[in-house]
């Protein structure tokens, strides 16, 4: 950001991380240890019912799991593209209500 | 070496600097302490970010180790069921939030480097001679 890119973001220009790099984030590293808990949730409350086995207990878990992780990456993703420029002379995490009518 | 191209000095015959005038150096002042303000305030936002990740990192690992504690005390049985179904809603809970407040961070601290940029921009309008040393 800071070296040698300083015109172009002073303009329109968009900056759109890979979803790998957002995954780099704390936010990401957030997102994917609090998946792992809301899998293990998930799977214990499974587990306790009567007809689930450990396998399905297991495959829920994974599935509420990686349920959690996509729509958390999907908010990342979602935050991170609504911020433009435009948006820096307000408060900078709030988002216009231009754009918020748009997305 | 002429006067205005020693170190420090700006050459007032560049657009932007004419454009100020006399205004010149309380443009310059002002434009360094905000870019001052903008450093500290995006420093803010990185160690806020390491200090929620450290408590919630913290909370979920004596979390976990109460699990255990329970878990060998109650061979897995009720207790241990309850304590899990108890907590780990609540760590759930905490950690979406955490995740929330994140994400405004970063957000936050792009627009603070977005200003940052900007505020160097205009320094390259007001010296445009200084920018391979401003871009190494």
Same mark, same amino acid.
């Given at each position: 950001?800071?070296?040698?890119?300083?015109?172009? *973001?002073? %303009?329109?220009?968009?900056?759109?991380p890979?979803?790998?790099? *957002?995954?780099?984030?704390?936010?990401? +590293?957030?997102?994917?240890?609090n998946?792992?808990?809301?899998?293990?949730?998930?799977? *214990?409350?499974?587990?306790?019912?009567? &007809?689930?086995? *450990?396998?399905?207990?297991?495959?829920?878990?994974?599935?509420?799991g990686a349920?959690? +992780?996509? &729509?958390?990456r999907? %908010? %990342?993703?979602?935050?991170?593209d609504?911020?433009?420029?435009?948006? &820096?002379?307000?408060?900078?995490?709030?988002?216009?209500?231009?754009?918020?009518?748009?997305? | 070496?002429?006067r205005w191209?020693?170190?420090?000095?700006?050459?007032?015959?560049?657009?932007?600097a004419?454009?100020?005038?006399?205004r010149? !150096?309380?443009?310059?002042?002002?434009?360094?302490?905000?870019?001052f303000n903008? /450093?500290?305030?995006?420093a803010?936002?990185v160690?806020?970010a390491?200090?929620?990740?450290? #408590?919630?990192?913290?909370?979920?690992?004596?979390n976990?180790?109460?699990?255990?504690?329970?878990? /060998?005390?109650?061979?897995? !049985?009720?207790?241990?069921?309850a304590?899990?179904? #108890?907590?780990?809603?609540?760590?759930?809970?905490?950690?979406?939030v955490?995740? /929330?407040?994140l994400?405004?961070s970063s957000?936050?601290?792009?627009?603070?480097? /977005?200003?940052?940029?900007?505020?160097?921009?205009?320094?390259?309008?007001?010296?445009?001679?200084?920018?391979?040393?401003?871009?190494g």
């Amino acid at each position: 950001v800071v070296s040698g890119r300083a015109e172009g *973001l002073s %303009h329109r220009e968009r900056l759109r991380p890979s979803a790998w790099q *957002l995954t780099l984030t704390t936010a990401g +590293m957030v997102a994917v240890v609090n998946s792992v808990v809301i899998g293990a949730c998930a799977g *214990l409350v499974v587990g306790r019912v009567p &007809i689930g086995s *450990l396998l399905v207990a297991l495959a829920a878990g994974a599935i509420a799991g990686a349920g959690a +992780m996509s &729509i958390q990456r999907r %908010h %990342h993703r979602h935050a991170s593209d609504r911020y433009t420029p435009e948006g &820096i002379n307000r408060a900078a995490i709030f988002v216009p209500e231009a754009q918020r009518g748009r997305s | 070496m002429t006067r205005w191209a020693q170190p420090g000095r700006v050459d007032p015959s560049g657009p932007l600097a004419q454009a100020f005038g006399d205004r010149l !150096g309380a443009a310059v002042s002002f434009a360094t302490t905000e870019h001052f303000n903008l /450093q500290t305030a995006r420093a803010a936002t990185v160690s806020e970010a390491n200090g929620r990740a450290s #408590i919630y990192l913290a909370a979920l690992s004596s979390n976990l180790i109460a699990l255990a504690f329970i878990g /060998q005390l109650s061979r897995l !049985g009720t207790a241990f069921y309850a304590f899990a179904l #108890i907590l780990l809603p609540v760590l759930a809970f905490m950690g979406v939030v955490m995740f /929330q407040r994140l994400v405004q961070s970063s957000i936050e601290e792009l627009a603070y480097a /977005q200003r940052i940029a900007r505020l160097r921009a205009s320094y390259l309008g007001l010296a445009p001679e200084r920018a391979i040393s401003a871009r190494g």
